[in-house]
């Protein structure tokens, strides 16, 4: 028996409850011997029931029929397009993230929150379904999510969900509002030409005295001619390697400008939190010995980080980690909406001692790509930073979301020239290159916009004589960019 909700209110959240309860899986795969059939939202006293086969049926054709008929006669054509547009589109996990889900602690407590949706609370069956997700080696979409869970009938406590849409709601609108708020910078609409410099690339592999067990790889790339030149350490994130950035570095290197890409042992523990940005240092001191790296004026030196890697750099600038904000953060009902900061910052809770790492001086200026630092630095933790900062931000970016990762972290910078880049369209992972597949003459619109708005901040802040960074300057060929500085 289908028993439609007696609370009209909650189908102002329609379009969004139905597709956030199957999203909360972030899953796919393909039907199993033993499925959901029937998905029951409870609504107080009410229950409504909807089966499998319509939904399937409904996201195929575009017309509800069945068990969701009523859908279409509370929900607006538009409504009913977008939900459908959710059920189908991939959710943005990247591979380590998701086996991070399944072998750390910090996955069991995102296991534990989402299962609280269940009625009663479930959270090894969305474990066992992700499990069986990895097993099929699907894309991540929300379609089939619950069609993994071991039981004929899931039962979805529907007024929660939609209680957690509503802070999700205005979280999105101060999101969209604090994005547009900022200057708008439209494209130029004329393509860049992309010539430069020829370089030579060394690679470097060795390991700090005082790290026995901390391998370091790095690719040094140096361009010809006799003149010494800056040097940018360009650091991955988790789950990467130097590659990913190497274009980035390659660039940089046509320009005139010596780069280290970094390649960060294999490591996911906590120590990662402290050692990372010791990295940074061991990498300069190690440079400083090698007679390949002669040239390198090792006193101008930019640091680029992505992810994880924005983190490297900022701390290893100057930034302080924050124990109890990531504290009060990790304990919100949403924090579980922001990846990096329930997979990867709420770590860092368990550190003992909490990290110190002192500021390196040699550091002159830093780019932070996508950066995880809103709950384990924040504004506070950056007020302490004392080099300009260029935030760059992806507005379609779910692993670190905008708003709580860069806009609001940016703040607390003060005291020398700031730049927050946002790229509207960008998601966490659209500038990595972690197959090889860019090169500098042929960069597609996002690298080559992080590899040129890189070149532009570096060179405003590490060669001699430069002149002021103006936003144009920083306009793309056929990107848009809201762009924000913050004065000295």
Not at 161 to 190: C, E, M, R
Not at 414 to 423: K, M
Not at 462 to 469: A, E, F, G
């Amino acid at each position: 028996m289908s028993i439609m909700p007696g609370n009209p209110h909650i189908w102002q959240y329609g379009q969004q409850l139905f597709g956030w309860c199957l999203l909360w899986g972030g899953l796919t795969f393909a039907p199993l011997s033993l499925a959901a059939e029937r998905i029951d939202l409870l609504v107080g006293d009410s229950t409504w029931t909807v089966t499998m086969t319509d939904v399937v049926t409904w996201v195929s054709s575009g017309t509800p029929q069945g068990s969701l008929t009523p859908l279409a006669q509370v929900l607006a054509p538009p409504a009913l397009a977008e939900l459908r547009h959710w059920l189908t589109q991939p959710v943005p996990l990247p591979p380590a993230q998701r086996q991070r889900l399944l072998h750390t602690e910090a996955g069991s407590q995102v296991f534990q929150r989402l299962g609280q949706f269940l009625v009663p609370p479930d959270p090894q069956a969305l474990k066992q379904a992700f499990t069986l997700v990895l097993h099929h080696q699907k894309p991540l979409t929300a379609l089939q999510v619950l069609q993994a869970f071991p039981a004929e009938t899931v039962t979805i406590d529907a007024l929660a969900v939609a209680n957690v849409l509503v802070s999700l709601q205005t979280h999105q609108q101060q999101t969209t509002q604090a994005v547009n708020s900022l200057p708008l910078l439209p494209p130029t609409g004329v393509p860049r030409k992309l010539t430069g410099t020829s370089w030579r690339e060394h690679l470097l592999i060795f390991t700090p005295p005082e790290r026995p067990q901390r391998a370091l790889k790095v690719n040094l790339l140096i361009p010809n001619g006799v003149q010494r030149v800056p040097v940018v350490l360009l650091s991955h994130g988790i789950g990467q390697t130097g590659r990913s950035l190497l274009y980035v570095g390659e660039y940089l290197a046509s320009q005139g400008m010596a780069a280290a890409v970094i390649t960060h042992p294999a490591q996911s523990g906590l120590s990662e939190f402290s050692e990372r940005p010791h990295d940074i240092r061991h990498v300069l001191d190690y440079l400083a010995q090698q007679p390949q790296a002669q040239r390198l004026h090792r006193e101008r030196v930019g640091v680029l980080g992505h992810s994880f890697g924005g983190y490297t750099a900022l701390v290893a600038a100057g930034a302080q980690p924050q124990r109890s904000e990531l504290a009060r953060q990790c304990q919100q009902e949403l924090a579980v909406l922001n990846l990096s900061l329930v997979l990867l910052q709420c770590r860092a809770l368990e550190l003992n001692p909490w990290p110190v790492v002192h500021p390196d001086p040699r550091i002159r200026a830093v780019v932070a790509i996508n950066p995880a630092i809103g709950g384990i630095l924040g504004a506070s933790g950056l007020s302490s930073v004392r080099v300009p900062v260029l935030l760059i931000g992806g507005g379609n970016d779910w692993v670190t979301p905008v708003l709580s990762e860069q806009i609001q972290p940016f703040r607390g910078l003060r005291g020398q020239p700031h730049y927050l880049v946002i790229l509207p369209t960008a998601q966490h992972i659209d500038g990595l290159d972690e197959l090889r597949q860019f090169s500098p003459p042929r960069l597609p619109p996002i690298p080559q916009a992080l590899a040129h708005l890189s070149w532009e901040f570096f060179r405003t802040h590490l060669l001699p004589h430069s002149v002021p960074l103006t936003p144009e300057r920083l306009r793309q060929p056929t990107l848009p960019l809201r762009v924000q500085t913050a004065p000295p």
